[in-house]
C-alpha cells in the first residue's frame, strides 16, 4: 500500500486567498484525521471523520476552516482566507475505525503551508 | 483536559549508549499510549503502542513501559544508532479517539 497520500507537500500563498490541502487515507481505512503542527503548540487535532461523516471539528480554529470527505478516499481541508499564523504542517492520518480507540494512526506526509 | 510533556526537550548521545525517553501526562483514564518517530520533514511512524490495561511493549532495540497510575511511560532505546537520530512523539489516546500529543524529545546519535 502507499500509505495516505497528501498534496501538495509545500504550499506557499499570500495572505487572503483559498488554500485547499488534499488527502487519500490508506485504502480500508474508515477514519480519518487532520492534524496540525507548529512549533509552539505542537501536534493539534483539528477534525475527525469516520465512514466519511465528520465526528468531532471542535479542534478547527475559526469558521475560515472547513473539512470535507466526499467518498471514503479523499478528504480535503480548506482554508478561505488564509492568514499568516495559519503558516504550519498540516498532517492527514486514517485508522482501519473499528476500534479507533485502539488502534495505530498512519500519518501522511504532511502538507507543510507558509501564508506570507 | 489531557496535557502530556515529554523530557528531555532534546538528547545528544554516543553511538551504541542505551538511553530513555520520558512521557508524563495528567489524566490516567486512558485507553492507550503511543510512541512515534518524526523524521525532519516527513509524518509521524508509529513505533509502539501500548494498551491501557498493558505495562509494556517490546519492538526490536525498543522497548515502551507504561505506569497509568503515575501517569508515565517511557521509551527505553537499547544500542543506539545515527540512524535513530529523530523526534520521538509521545501521544496518549482518550476515551473520544483524540490523540493528545507532547511536543517531542529530538533526539541526536553521534557516530
Known amino acids: 500500500d502507499a500509505g495516505v497520500i497528501q498534496s501538495p507537500r509545500h504550499e506557499v500563498t499570500e495572505m487572503g486567498q483559498e488554500v485547499t490541502l488534499r488527502c487519500k487515507p490508506i485504502s480500508g481505512h474508515n477514519s480519518l484525521f487532520w492534524y496540525r503542527q507548529t512549533m509552539m503548540r505542537g501536534l493539534e487535532l483539528l477534525i475527525y471523520?469516520?465512514?466519511?461523516?465528520?465526528?468531532?471539528d471542535s479542534g478547527m480554529p475559526e469558521d475560515r476552516f472547513s473539512a470535507k470527505m466526499p467518498n471514503a478516499s479523499f478528504s480535503t481541508l480548506k482554508i478561505q482566507p488564509s492568514e499568516p499564523r495559519d503558516s504550519a504542517v498540516y498532517f492527514c492520518?486514517?485508522?482501519?475505525?473499528?476500534?479507533?480507540?485502539?488502534?495505530?494512526?498512519?500519518f501522511g506526509p504532511g502538507t507543510r503551508l507558509l501564508v506570507l | 483536559k489531557q496535557e502530556v510533556t515529554q523530557i528531555p526537550a532534546a538528547l545528544s548521545v554516543p553511538e551504541g549508549e542505551n538511553l530513555v525517553l520520558n512521557c508524563s501526562f495528567t489524566?490516567?483514564?486512558?485507553?492507550?499510549l503511543q510512541w512515534f518517530r518524526q523524521d525532519p520533514g516527513k509524518g509521524l511512524t508509529s513505533l509502539l503502542l501500548?494498551?491501557?490495561?498493558?505495562r509494556e511493549q517490546t519492538s526490536g532495540r525498543l522497548n515502551a513501559s507504561l505506569d497509568k497510575s503515575s501517569g508515565r511511560s517511557t521509551l527505553y532505546i537499547a544500542a543506539s544508532q545515527p540512524g535513530d537520530s529523530a523526534t520521538y512523539l509521545c501521544?496518549?489516546?482518550?476515551?473520544?479517539?483524540?490523540?493528545?500529543f507532547g511536543k517531542g524529545t529530538l533526539l541526536t546519535v553521534n557516530p
Open positions: 492520518a486514517s485508522s482501519r475505525g473499528t476500534s479507533v480507540n485502539q488502534e495505530t494512526q498512519y
Open positions: 471523520f469516520n465512514n466519511n461523516v465528520p465526528i468531532d
Open positions: 501521544a496518549v489516546g482518550g476515551s473520544n479517539y483524540k490523540l493528545t
Open positions: 501500548i494498551q491501557s490495561s498493558q
Open positions: 489524566d490516567s483514564a486512558i485507553y492507550n
